[in-house]
């Protein structure tokens, strides 16, 4: 019986040193499942069979989604630019054409711009007037001035008609390109002939006395199409003059 007892005994010890020893072990295990900073380090259950950290694989496709949601704000940054420098070059090619169109017009404007048809005179008869002078009234403006005085084109046209006609004497019909037709009456010479094609301010011929007149003077008509006469002084006011 006393081996027995003594036998039991040391089993007994032996259990109770591999409880300790277990109970340290898994003490030890605790305190290494923890990191220096604090947090939890990756339990067992958190690796695969291979024993590959499946926590790292989450974090890089964290990383993979912020890096393609960067590249798309990238992209779409990049297209937003793209359009704006579309509609800067678009918006200064439509102004380069504005101002090419202003330009061409402006140039054309000066071109077609009238001008007063003689110099050194003074008005004498104006459009509407009556009396023993005329059969009718007065179908034009009356600019006195010595004979010889030359006489310009007021625009640009064409020479339609020279020659002497009656009360009017020798005058000269210019056709402007809106068919208004401009007669100059009463001249002592012609300078231009039918067909020509003048500029304003292109000498047509002299003022002079031919013609019913009580002085030389220059006797404008301004005809609209060809038609009945209207106010010359009215029409070169229209045209930015101040006869």
Known sequence: MAPTVAGALALAVAATG??????????????TSRT??????????????????????????????????????????EELQKAVESQARQRNAALSSLAKSAEKQASKIAK??????????????????SGGLWSSNHTGLDFAAPSG???????????TKTGYDGSYGNKTVETLKDGTEIWYCHQSVFS???????????????????????GPHLHLEVRPGGGDPVDPYNALVHQGLKP
């Open 36 to 77: 220096t900073n604090g947090t939890k380090a990756p339990t067992f259950s958190e690796f695969d069979t291979l024993g590959i950290d499946r926590s790292l694989n989450d974090r890089q496709r964290a990383i993979s989604r912020d890096s393609e949601r960067d590249a798309q704000r990238d992209a779409a940054d």
């Open 112 to 129: 077609n711009q009238w001008v007063l048809p003689t110099t050194g005179y003074h008005l004498t008869a104006r459009f509407g007037m």
């Open 149 to 159: 005085t030359p006489i310009v084109a007021v625009a640009d046209g064409t020479i």
């Open 18 to 31: 591999a409880a300790t020893a277990g109970a340290g072990q898994a003490s030890a295990h605790e305190a």
């Open 192 to 214: 231009v002939q039918p067909g020509d094609r003048i500029r304003g301010g292109h000498r047509i011929g002299s003022i002079g006395a031919t013609g019913n007149v009580t």
